[in-house]
Nanobody, 121 residues
């Protein structure tokens, strides 16, 4: 499986971005898909995930201002980020696994290359 994240960029605080993750070699509706991020000097952290049933999970830090979704016809995962803050600045990664075993990055076997999100205050 290959995952290709895109959609990052430079945005002002309070703005919005939609990240995309194109998935090759896997049907997204049959797997758990997740978004993670890693800021400079910090560990990779969970952002959001969607399981096979379409149930969604969010980190407290983004809950209420982000939406994870998938387009099964395009095998693409999305992350809509709203009301962006400076602390959202990070490289955002998409990941996938067969089952949702929790939000720890070790529970996701396959990863994309990441897309940079920079929020200016």
């Amino acid at each position: 499986v290959q995952l290709q994240a895109s959609g990052g960029g430079l945005v002002q605080a309070g703005g919005s971005l939609r990240l995309s993750c194109a998935v090759f070699g896997r049907t997204v509706r049959n797997y758990v898909m997740g978004w993670f991020r890693q800021a400079p000097g910090k560990e990779r952290e969970f952002v959001a995930a969607i399981n096979l049933s379409g149930n969604t999970f969010y980190a407290d830090s983004v809950k209420g201002r982000s939406t994870i979704s998938r387009d099964n016809s395009k095998d693409t995962l999305y992350l809509q980020l709203n009301s962006l803050k400076a602390e959202d600045t990070a490289i955002y990664y998409c990941a996938t696994d067969a089952f949702y075993s929790g939000s720890d990055p070790v529970n996701f076997a396959s990863w994309g290359q990441g897309t940079q999100v920079t929020v200016s205050s």
